[in-house]
């Protein structure tokens, strides 16, 4: 490596190459097929599937929640919608940001066609990693949300036990299974239980998976803290078996906002204060 003492020798050259990135906070929006695929047949019919449907009016309510939405309006937009238990989850624009304007990164409805492939396909991903100058990348997910909130608010347990284990096949072996390492694999644990949240840790470890996904402030979620010994388990296995704790902000389900009726932009601009609890 060159150094400021070889800025008068001629022979050493100037390093003006950046490095290849390793990035540690991507996203993939899941593909449509994937709990189709990787759910056991019997709960198949009753995971989290992906219907077009048309998408009106979205309305703030704030919480978890976050929004209501008016499906099938009339002359409304297409949207690639997923539908699990009582939960409406639409894709929107600014999940699947690449090729867009900065302008244009909104919350729009937007299906898979509309989107750029490396967004849920992971091949697309290394050819796009490669071309935007990226090593390696570590990517949370959209549908589970940050830390597998969404299977934890569900109400049938075992059936989202299945999604989460579903989840993370698919992450290692689907998402990351041919990447030649670029692709590192991620995995999202059952919030609900400390024990199986242990256990799912040791069996991903197994297979060389050594990264899981925690929530920034438990306690936000309606889970004990950290300091009740609660998730020794959880974080024994993480010890034992080397797998980095990855927190990302919003992963509490809770925004810091000044009031109970601010506006979404002020979560937005106060959201790094999440990091500092973590």
């Known amino acids: 490596m060159a150094t400021s003492d070889d800025a008068s020798d001629p022979s050493v050259a100037p390093r003006t190459e950046i490095p ?54 009339e002359d409304a937009p297409w949207c690639d919608i997923w539908f699990y238990e009582d939960l409406v989850h639409p894709n929107k624009r600014h999940v699947a940001a690449v090729g867009f304007d900065r302008d244009e990164m909104t919350m729009a409805p937007i299906t898979y066609e509309e989107m750029r492939p490396g967004c849920y396909e992971p091949k697309a991903r290394v050819a796009d990693m490669t071309a935007n100058h990226v090593e390696a990348s570590l990517s949370f997910p959209t549908l589970p949300r940050f830390c597998g909130q ?35 694999p991620l995995i999202i644990i059952p919030l609900w239980d400390a024990d ?19 929530s920034e402030i438990a306690p936000n979620l309606g889970l004990p803290s950290i300091h009740t010994g609660y998730w020794d388990p959880f974080f024994a296995a993480c010890q034992d078996t080397q797998t980095t704790v990855n927190m990302h902000i919003g ?19 106060l959201s790094f204060n999440n990091a500092i609890a973590s």
């Open 20 to 73: 290849p990135i390793i990035s540690v906070d991507d996203h993939i929006v899941e593909p449509p097929h994937l709990w189709k695929t990787w759910l056991p047949a019997r709960y198949r019919d009753r995971g989290p599937r992906v219907e077009r449907r048309r998408l009106g009016d979205m309305t703030w309510v704030g919480g978890a929640k976050m929004y209501e939405y008016e499906l099938d309006a």
């Open 150 to 184: 969404t299977f934890y608010e569900a109400s049938d347990r075992d059936l989202g036990l299945a999604c989460v284990k579903a989840y993370n096949d698919f992450m290692i072996e689907e998402w990351c299974g041919d990447s030649d390492g670029a692709l590192i």
């Open 196 to 214: 199986l949240a242990a256990a799912e840790v040791r069996r991903n470890a197994e297979r060389g998976c050594h990264a899981v996904c925690f």
């Open 251 to 269: 992963s509490s389900s809770k925004m810091p906002a000044a009031s109970p009726d601010a506006p979404p932009a002020v979560a937005a601009s």
